[in-house]
Nanobody, 121 residues
Framework: QVQLVESGGGLVQAGGSLRLSCAPSGSILRINDMGWYRQAPGKQRELVASITSGGSTNYADTVKGRFTISRDNAKKTVYLQMNSLKPDDTAVYYC???????????????WGQGTQVTVSS
């Protein structure tokens, strides 16, 4: 069974940096769009950044200029480099990817289990 495996969360002081990584386990035929969402306590899950298979990116206004999403297609991995972190960035961050597992089937969205990012003031 395919899963998205995330890593890189943790505790950091305001102004610091973290890099999140996410890759699918198991056999994948093709990875389409990938992205990161986050959910803070008491708030709805929100899009942080996304990247297409061709490398086009999209960012939430709140993270533009501080976060960078990238992907390594050979490693089937998506990254989220987070700089100048603020306490408001504290949340559980979820990786998502649209995956095609086999020919003659549909691609579906998969989600990671989430990784906690805590930014102290």
């Amino acid at each position: 069974q395919v899963q998205l495996v995330e890593s890189g969360g943790g505790l950091v002081q305001a102004g610091g940096s973290l890099r999140l990584s996410c890759a699918p386990s198991g056999s994948i035929l093709r990875i389409n769009d990938m992205g990161w969402y986050r959910q803070a306590p008491g708030k709805q899950r929100e899009l942080v950044a996304s990247i297409t298979s061709g490398g086009s990116t999209n960012y939430a206004d709140t993270v533009k200029g501080r976060f960078t999403i990238s992907r390594d297609n050979a490693k089937k991995t998506v990254y989220l480099q987070m700089n100048s972190l603020k306490p408001d960035d504290t949340a559980v961050y979820y990786c998502t990817a649209n995956l095609l597992l086999r020919l003659w089937t549909n691609a579906y969205d998969y989600w990671g289990q989430g990784t906690q990012v805590t930014v102290s003031s």
